[in-house]
């Protein structure tokens, strides 16, 4: 692995049904984050981890939740989705969260689409 | 509220220059980035600037003024692979990133 990885690269979902997003870095940063895109929208921030083992919610976290037991892995579930969650939702990871200059590296992104 | 603006949409041609507006209303400032992101393709770093002036990276160059929220990111010896959208986000006192909604840039021959 190099970088970052998510998985799976796309996927058709029916409503209600539960869907966990997979994303693995092997940069050892400490901070990741789940985003989410929407046409003509800018990024939107769903949930974050500054450090394994803690969580935070971003600007749109609800529907969603997310779990950190270490460096590598920062999955993302939809517990029950809803079509309005259909979107691109990219992870990312940066060696930490509170520099100012800390650029974040994006994996490929899950294109998800819920009917 | 935070704010990012962007132009939806430009258009410029193969070897000229172009440069892209950003406009930030945030709360509080600890740096400003310029992404590019092609159709399809995930975000990839282009320029950080956290002092007002002028960085240079190649046929790239990004500007900030901090009293006037105000950014730019300035293409050069544009190349048709310069098509892509150019995403700018603010971090803001809690080092979250804010981010505008991007501009698309076309390339013409």
Redesign the interface.
Known sequence: IAGITQAPTSQILAAGRRMTLRCTQDMRHNAMYWYRQDLGLGLRLIHYSNTAGTTGKGEVPDGYSVSRANTDDFPLTLASAVPSQTSVYFCASSLTSESSYNEQFFGPGTRLTVL | GQN?DQP?EMTATEGAIVQINCTYQTSGF??L?WYQQHAG?????LS?N?LDGLEEKGRFSSFLSRSKGYSYLLLKELQMKDSASY?C?V?DRD????????TKLIIKP
């Open positions: 990012i939806t600890n740096g980035f393709e995930a975000p990839t770093f950080y956290v995403l986000a971090r080092y979250q990133l804010i981010w505008g909604a991007g």
